[in-house]
Structure formats: C-alpha cells, structure tokens
C-alpha cells in the first residue's frame, strides 16, 4: 500500500522498531493527512528541516486513533504548494510539541476514538521521513486505495449482521395474527437486501483483486467499491432498522447502531463526491 516495495519495507522496518519487539506489538498506527479535508493536495502542516530534524508545525482535524495510537503517519509540507510538496514522516507518541484535541462526540464509530493531531515546533529526526521528499502525496493515496477496500468491508459487516437480525426480527414478531415474515412485501425487502448485499461484496472482492495486482483499472475500481458499497450497505442497514419497527429506535436493539456506524463510511476515506470524482476522471482520460 505505500508505493514501491522498499517504502513498504521501509515503513515496516521503522514503525515495527517504533513499536517495540514483536511479542510486546500491543501499540497502533494512525494515519494523519490534513485538516484540508476533500482537497488533500492543500494540506498545509509544515515540516521545515533544522539539520537533523523537521519541524512540524500545524494540526489535523478527526484523526481516527488520535491520542491512542503510538504511531502517527504524517502528511506534511516540506516544499511548495500542490501534491509534490507533500512528504510523509513518522512522529511517535510522546515525541515533545505533539498534542491531542478533545476526543470528538459522533453520532456513531465510537470504538475508533477521533480528536485532532496538533504540533507546535514538533522536532521530529529526518530519518523518520518515508521515501524521499516530495512522495508523500503518492505514498498517501496508495495507502487510501486499500483503506477504501477496508471501510468498504466494514459497511459490508455491518449490512450482513443487520440482515440476519431483521430475518430472526420477522420470523418472531407476530402483526395481523402471523409472523411479519409471512408478509410479501417485507419478504420482497428482505430479497432486495441480501442482493444489494452480495452486489457489493462482489465488487469490493473484485477491487480487492484489481488492487493486489496492480491492475491499472485498480484506483478506479476501488473507488467504485468504496462508493457502491458503504452506499448499498448504509441502505442496507436503515431498512433493518425500520422493518424492527419501533424496536429498532431502541438502543437495546443493535441494529441502530450499525446504521449509526455504518454513516461515516460514506464520509471518510475519501468522501463518496471524491469517489465519483476519481471514478470520472478515469474514465475521461481514457
Ligand atoms: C469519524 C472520522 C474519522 C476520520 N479519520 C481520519 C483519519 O484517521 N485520518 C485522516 O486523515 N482523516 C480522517 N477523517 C477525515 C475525513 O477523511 C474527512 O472528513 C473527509 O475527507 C471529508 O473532508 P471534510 O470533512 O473536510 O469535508 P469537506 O471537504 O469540507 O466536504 C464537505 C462536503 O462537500 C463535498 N465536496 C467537497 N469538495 C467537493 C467537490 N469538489 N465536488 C463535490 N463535492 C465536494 C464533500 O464530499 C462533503 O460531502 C475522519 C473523519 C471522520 C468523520
């Protein structure tokens, strides 16, 4: 995922030291781009090198892992404006000049704790820098093609687990003196469900694929999954929800919360309008 196979070893290499021994890999990983938001290209953190070091200087809103994670992966500017000023650099945890925002409260994804990433003269060791300067931009967006596969697969978890509570749902709730499941239209809602849902997982499957080996269609067709899928499944999990009924507004009952969770997916990674717009611009080019 981060471009030419000695970045990724490279990247292996220098967390997996920052981590610690393998036996003892209990510390995480997080990726920060930018506060910049759809147009990552803007992102305007700094890295200004002092003969050893960067130093970073700027923050980074709804960082997933924020404060938590060990490891943070930064976007950050070391030349001019555009996408090839960008380079990317390891800032560890505890490093002096990092500090954490307050951890956001969303409507859903609260296993992922979110705050912002700040840095005030971060002095962080040119060693630290993944490829050369410059490459940040590319190592960022390799790396978000299989992050859309991810987000892609959890909106399908989230799809099929709603399914299977409102299939159990219909076949205990009685109305109208018979189980809801004998009904023709919930059992029509049920069959548009699981097709929507075999639909995507087919095409992030076949993203998934074209990714793997580096098939030229891959960015296209990862950003199609991503689109398609959290799209269907977001749908996917809102109809459960109201084939529950009432019950379904309840806390107590788990398939809201894959609809509250499954919600971001369509957000971050990239949002579903960049989705479309990487998906377009393919196709123009050919
Ligand atoms: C819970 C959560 C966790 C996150 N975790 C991370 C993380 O770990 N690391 C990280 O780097 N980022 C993370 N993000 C940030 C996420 O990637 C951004 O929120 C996302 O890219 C959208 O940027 P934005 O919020 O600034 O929206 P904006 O860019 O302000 O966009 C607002 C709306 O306008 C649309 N839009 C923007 N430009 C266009 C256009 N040209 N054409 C059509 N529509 C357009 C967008 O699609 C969106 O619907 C996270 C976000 C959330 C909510």
């Given at each position: 995922w981060f471009g ?26 997080t990726t920060c781009i930018d506060?910049s938001g759809s147009d990552a290209a803007?992102l ?18 709804f960082i997933s ?8 992966i930064?976007m ?7 996408p090839?000023?960008i380079?990317c ?46 490459q940040g931009f590319l190592i960022a967006m390799k790396g978000l093609n299989g992050g859309r596969i991810n987000i892609a697969s ?53 993203a998934a694929?074209a990714l ?6 891959a960015v296209a067709l990862c950003s199609m999954a991503k689109f398609?899928?959290t ?34 997916h369509?957000i971050l990674e990239g949002s579903n309008?960049v989705m479309?717009m990487l998906i377009?611009r393919s196709?123009?080019?050919?």
């Amino acid at each position: 995922w981060f471009g030419p196979r000695n970045l990724g070893v490279r990247l292996g290499r220098l967390c997996g030291g920052l981590l610690g021994p393998a036996n003892t890999r209990h510390r995480s990983l997080t990726t920060c781009i930018d506060r910049s938001g759809s147009d990552a290209a803007s992102l305007l953190t700094s890295a200004k090198r002092q003969g050893d070091h960067y130093i970073l200087n700027g923050s980074k809103a709804f960082i997933s892992g924020g404060g938590e994670s060990d490891i943070y992966i930064v976007m950050c500017r070391t030349g001019g404006p555009g996408p090839k000023g960008i380079s990317c650099i390891v800032v560890e945890k505890g490093t002096p000049g990092l500090s954490f925002g307050k951890k956001e409260k969303k409507v859903g994804w609260n296993s992922q704790p979110t705050r912002a990433v700040i840095f005030e003269d971060c002095a962080v060791p040119v060693a630290h820098r993944i490829g050369s300067e410059g490459q940040g931009f590319l190592i960022a967006m390799k790396g978000l093609n299989g992050g859309r596969i991810n987000i892609a697969s959890c909106s399908l978890g989230a799809a099929h687990a709603s399914i299977i509570l409102t299939r159990d749902h219909l076949k205990v709730r009685k109305q109208f003196g018979a189980p809801l499941a004998n009904n023709q239209y919930l059992q029509f809602q049920l069959a548009n469900m699981a097709t929507r849902l075999v639909a995507s997982r087919l095409i992030v499957r076949s993203a998934a694929v074209a990714l793997q080996e580096e098939q030229e269609d891959a960015v296209a067709l990862c950003s199609m999954a991503k689109f398609f899928a959290t799209e269907e499944c977001f749908a996917i999990c809102n109809q459960a929800l109201q084939m529950h009924g009432g019950y379904g507004y309840l806390k107590d009952y788990a398939v809201q919360q894959y609809m509250r969770d499954s919600r971001v997916h369509q957000i971050l990674e990239g949002s579903n309008e960049v989705m479309r717009m990487l998906i377009s611009r393919s196709l123009l080019q050919e």
